[in-house]
């Protein structure tokens, strides 16, 4: 697949070849469809938070379950689609009656497939996606993000563990996310949120020593990294030849003020592409995140180490000192 980068937009809602709707906004000129998700959550102005906000807030609920809300399920596994009055991202909740962040919740009846007289609820979490770069990738129409039910994850920079909850509830029970956060403040709510999510591993580090905590982190399918760095390709460089399976695949939130404020973002997103095909994590795909989010990008690739013996790349060299 040829690598082609893309803007965002607004994303539309189009419906799956299923029948049931689903995002499947694109960006640009090819984001049409019945609604706009932009509307659920106001202008940016209106989302605190920037990474994520601190986490354990008000538990509050959401928009009004049973019949006035149908959840669809979206084409990225574990994600699903609220239609209601307005349509909104949301995940399955893995701790039912919970908030992590005070995102608002629903909660919708179904058959109990053990007994077809008796209804039982399950509840879902709005995801905003001026408050998770995730959101707003899959939003903005992005093919793959590789990460679904069963998965094992590497997240770097997860804060207080706003997207990591999400991902706890996307990968459910069977799936696990190693959470790297180096801030105090924040590893504090993310210990919190790894007391009542059994998924997550938390791990109070810098991203830019993985083997520091190697004997933490296993093999993983995925490296999520949002680390808004100078050098942050060369901190996922380091964590794939550390923990990424070959063939695994990498999502990178790219903050271009973050890499260099003197030259256009389309410039600097170029160079880090250049940056990670060098350590052989080569992208497949990259769109922005406009509107939810300015001058960011998300990149998605694969891991292909080359298969005969290669010298150390001077990123494990210097990781390794």
């Known amino acids: 697949m040829a690598f082609t980068p893309r803007g965002g937009g607004s994303s539309g809602?189009?419906?799956?070849?299923?029948?049931?709707?689903s995002f499947r906004g694109r960006g640009g000129s090819r984001g049409r469809g019945r609604g706009n998700v932009i509307s659920k959550f106001g202008s940016r102005g209106a989302s605190s938070g920037g990474r994520g906000g601190r986490g354990g807030g008000p538990k509050r609920g959401g928009m009004k379950g049973g019949s006035k809300v149908v959840i669809e399920p979206h084409r990225h596994a574990g994600v699903f689609v609220a239609r209601g009055k307005e349509d909104a991202l949301c995940t399955r909740n893995m701790v039912t009656g919970e908030s992590v962040y005070g995102e608002k919740r629903v909660s919708v009846e179904v058959e109990n497939p053990n007994d077809p007289l008796v209804k039982e609820k399950i509840e879902y979490r709005i995801w905003n996606p001026?408050?998770?770069?995730?959101a707003a990738a899959i939003l903005g129409g992005v093919d793959n993000i590789?990460?679904?039910?069963?998965?094992?994850?590497?997240?770097?920079?997860?804060?207080s563990g706003t997207t990591v909850s999400h991902v706890s509830d996307i990968i459910g029970a069977d799936g696990i996310v190693y959470a790297v956060e180096f801030s105090q403040r924040s590893g504090r709510d993310l210990l919190n949120l790894?007391?009542?999510?059994?998924?997550?591993?938390?791990?109070?580090?810098?991203?830019?020593?993985?083997?520091?905590?190697?004997m933490l982190v296993g093999m993983v399918d995925v490296i999520f990294a949002d680390v808004a760095q100078p050098d942050q390709a060369r901190i996922v460089a380091i964590n794939a030849h550390q923990?990424?399976?070959?063939?695994?695949?990498?999502?990178?939130?790219i903050k271009a003020n973050c890499v260099d404020s003197t030259v256009e973002p389309a410039l600097v997103f170029a160079r880090e592409v250049e940056k990670l095909k060098q350590e052989n994590l080569r992208p497949i795909e990259q769109i922005t995140l406009e509107p939810y989010e300015r001058d960011h990008a998300v990149i998605v690739g694969v891991y292909?180490?080359?298969?005969?013996?290669?010298k150390v790349s001077n990123y494990e060299k210097e990781s390794s000192t």
């Open 243 to 253: 923990f990424l399976k070959t063939g695994g695949h990498f999502v990178i939130s």
């Open 13 to 21: 809602f189009r419906g799956g070849s299923s029948g049931g709707g």
């Open 304 to 310: 292909r180490p080359t298969k005969k013996k290669s």
């Open 146 to 159: 590789h990460i679904k039910p069963g998965c094992k994850v590497l997240y770097l920079g997860a804060a």
């Open 130 to 134: 001026f408050r998770s770069k995730l």
């Open 194 to 214: 790894a007391k009542r999510r059994t998924n997550i591993v938390p791990i109070i580090e810098d991203a830019r020593y993985p083997a520091r905590y190697r």
